[in-house]
């Protein structure tokens, strides 16, 4: 039986990569976790990120064990989470689970953070929720993180990166504080929106050197 505080960061470590992986998944077109994990451009930018970004964030003790075995549920396709069923909530996962681990040393994660921003930006309401734009996605009723859905349905994809980027790191109803209040996240978070913009996500993930 392995040791609690190993099983405990191996399911940290999952809840995570989940956060980080679906924005990027579904933006990109798959279907489930372990496709993000076996995308020829997903899994070095995934791997980097595991390895730079939160394994240092990580408790030394346990950490290699959990980190084999998390990565080896989400490539395991048969017991793969769909993103779909990721996305009702995503916001909140987001805000307790990737936000306290984003700094000026996690330029992958601020990648995800726009991807995030780019996925939500657009939601509409209708019966009993809101929809996202996407054609996947267009008939799933999402009901939770209303205040945040709220405000990202008054946004648009054509929106200049800096003004999105403004309008959705102020508002307090979406993260719970003013995000501007990090310094360095304005300039590395319209960098990344302006990527995916005007390059695309595949190309903003494989064109990274960081």
Known sequence: MREFSVVSAEVLLKARAECLLTPIGILMGLDTVADCMNDPEIRPWFGHLLQDEIMPQMPADGREEAVIQACRYLSFKPASMKLSELVDGLVDSWTLHILPLMSERTPRMIQAFAALIM??????RGNGGYYLPQESLKDQCL?????ALRSFSTLSWDMQAESLCYAVLADEEIWGRDLRELEWLPDRLTEAMTDIQILGLRQMLT????
């Open 119 to 124: 996925l939500f930006t657009g939601v509409r």
């Open 143 to 147: 009901t939770r993180d209303e205040k």
């Open 207 to 210: 064109g990274d050197e960081e």
